[in-house]
């Protein structure tokens, strides 16, 4: 008996699982997702620490959520923990996002972000973002009646460029109907974080991660802060326990831990990224300035410089054509001595006969 089709939601249809290239050679230096060197942490001592019986119980985030409360100056109402940010996301597009209504979303960024909308089964409205300010202006024009949420993914993935505080109030005050999302999870490797002046404001709401500057992207922690209505209708719009016992464990030792953390690896990734952007802008590469914890750059033959890093174990982050960014790649940052080393040693060779036009 032949399977039977399935009568799948036309919007599952129209939207590709997420993924990324794949190479067939061994890897062992991998700078293509933006994780953050890993966290000091000790994860058989914490595993200790789990109370008897909790891996019997559905989990509660109330604890953690009341220490990112304290650490951002609001109450807990005001704060949800999800399974990573792309969760806060998701929940955030259910919630405000349907058909007849739009996104306004700057490109390229975070592909999540259109991902849900459609999902959600909104209509989204691009706004070119290739490089420089937010496009403020060009957001403001495209604002309506159906306008239901406006994008700000401060810096920006994958570019890395950013929104200043003077962008998010002028696209609050043009669309108080409507929810800016202000997406933080690179805020710490920035000079500006959006975060504190998103929260004053009345139709924000703030997505920020563990995963990036705090090195735990395993464990698969984000949370976010907003009003405590939209916080009450984000929590009705996802599962009642998004992160196991263990991960909110790892959480908070992570939070106590994070100005040792931020004081060790923002500064080193912030050199890196300097020296980076200067030795690809001597190989030839056009350097966008980042503000993130990676380097975004367009060169003469992206693939080749790929398949050459890859052919010395490093992979980096590749588009596919259908993004228009097929002539670029994305570097994340190591944030360690040695690696980065090696890194810049594998570009020199995968860039110099590109340089010297032996390549085309």
């Not at 009568?7 to 067939?24: A, K, M, N, Q, W």
């Not at 994780?35 to 019997?56: F, M, T």
């Not at 202000?182 to 000079?191: K, L, P």
Request: hydrophobic content about 45%; proline content about 9%.
């Amino acid at each position: 008996m032949s399977n039977p089709t399935l009568r799948l939601s036309t919007r599952v249809r129209g939207v590709t699982p997420y993924s990324t290239p794949v190479p067939d050679s061994p890897i062992d230096l991998a700078l293509d997702a933006n994780e953050g060197p890993p966290a000091p942490i000790d994860l058989a001592a914490i595993a200790r620490l789990l109370p008897e019986g909790a891996i019997a119980r559905y989990p509660s985030a109330r604890a953690l959520e009341a220490s990112l409360a304290a650490q951002w100056s609001v109450e807990p109402q005001n704060v949800l923990v999800t399974s990573g940010g792309d969760d806060a996301i998701h929940r955030a597009c259910q919630a405000v996002l349907e058909p007849g209504r739009d996104l306004i979303l700057p490109v390229p960024t975070f592909e999540m972000i259109r991902r849900f909308a459609t999902l959600a089964g909104a209509n989204v409205i691009d706004i070119p973002w290739p490089r420089g300010p937010y496009p403020t202006a060009r957001v403001r024009e495209a604002i309506s009646a159906q306008t239901s949420m406006i994008a700000i993914v401060s810096p920006n993935n994958p570019t890395g460029a950013v929104a200043t505080r003077d962008d998010l109030e002028r696209i609050c005050r043009a669309a108080p109907h409507a929810l800016v999302l202000v997406d933080a999870a690179y805020a710490e490797f920035a000079d500006e974080d959006l975060t504190e002046a998103a929260i004053a404001l009345p139709n924000t709401l703030v997505v920020r991660t563990f995963s990036k500057a705090l090195g735990c992207a395993g464990i698969r922690v984000g949370y976010c802060i907003g009003r405590p209505d939209l916080i009450t209708a984000l929590r009705a719009a996802g599962g009642p326990y998004p992160v196991s016992a263990l991960s909110l464990l790892v959480a908070r030792h992570a939070l106590k831990s994070s100005s040792r953390t931020l004081s060790r690896i923002v500064p080193r990734i912030r050199e890196e990224r300097t020296k980076l952007s200067h030795q690809l802008t001597r190989l030839g590469a056009d350097v966008l300035p980042s503000q993130a914890n990676f380097v975004f750059a367009q060169f003469k033959n992206a693939h080749s410089t790929w398949a050459a890093l890859v052919s010395q174990g490093i992979l980096v982050r590749r588009f596919s054509p259908a993004s228009g960014l097929e002539r670029c790649l994305r570097i994340t940052l190591p944030g360690d001595a040695s690696a980065f080393d090696r890194l810049t040693a594998a570009f020199e060779t995968a860039l110099r006969p590109q340089r010297e036009g032996m390549l085309p």
